[in-house]
């Protein structure tokens, strides 16, 4: 599964963007799929992923803000994200994978896209 990451760039605070994903390769739309993000110095953190039956899980520090969509094809996945602040700058990685008990396990990564958030 091969992943492709989009829709970065340089916003200022309280702004919104919009990140997609699409997802190409064989058996690419059973896989759930999702955000991640690593801020400078910092580790890879979850933000957001949906299950192929629409379930949806967002980190509490960013609900309300960021909203994690999906195609009814089921091989792109997007991310609303409003109302950004200076400490969402990152890089954002969509990830594939499965999920067991609530939890993503990502198996596929994109290459990133870099969202920095001027104050």
């Known amino acids: 599964v091969q992943l492709q990451a989009s829709g970065g760039g340089l916003v200022q605070s309280g702004d919104s963007l919009r990140l997609s994903c699409t997802a190409s390769?064989?058996?690419?739309?059973?896989?759930?799929m999702g955000w991640f993000r690593q801020a400078p110095g910092s580790g890879r953190e979850l933000v957001a992923f949906m299950s192929t039956t629409g379930a949806t899980f967002h980190t509490e520090s960013m609900q309300g803000r960021f909203t994690i969509t999906r195609d009814n094809a089921k091989t792109s996945v997007f991310l609303q994200m409003s109302s950004l602040k200076s400490e969402d700058t990152a890089v954002y990685y969509c990830?594939?994978?499965?999920?067991?008990?609530?939890?993503?396990?990502?198996?596929?990564w994109g290459q990133g896209t870099q969202v920095t958030v001027s104050s």
């Open positions: 990830a594939a994978g499965d999920v067991f008990g609530g939890s993503f396990t990502p198996h596929y």
């Open positions: 390769g064989r058996a690419a739309n059973t896989f759930a």
